[in-house]
């Protein structure tokens, strides 16, 4: 994690690397939404509250948008570990 340093619970920015580590920002926040959204689409599913075509589009939909922060975290040269932020005393983001 070269863009981002980690210093007991905060994060500092670096200069050089500002471009990869607000991407690394940002992807973090979507890679937080998207589990969230995950879980509760996985909740209502087994709630049995959708349509088979509802699953499946639903299933469809968060595919789509996995593959999609495999190519962004590609791009900027980050890895899925890059997206846990440490908190300091709350622990890791995700």
Not at 9 to 38: K, S
Not at 59 to 74: I, S, Y
Not at 78 to 90: A, C, K, Q
Request: charged share 35%; glycine share 8%; no cysteine.
């Amino acid at each position: 994690m070269g863009a981002l340093k980690q210093d007991k619970g905060r994060i500092e920015l670096d200069p050089e690397n500002a471009e990869q580590g607000l991407a690394q920002l940002v992807l973090t926040l979507v890679e937080l939404i998207r589990q969230l959204v995950e879980r509760h689409a996985m909740r209502r599913v087994e709630g049995g509250s959708l349509t088979d075509e509802e699953i499946e589009k639903l299933g469809t939909a968060l595919m789509n948008l996995e593959m999609k922060m495999e190519e962004l975290r590609d791009i900027f040269d980050l890895d899925e570990e890059d997206l846990n932020i440490n908190l300091g005393p709350l622990g890791n983001l995700m």
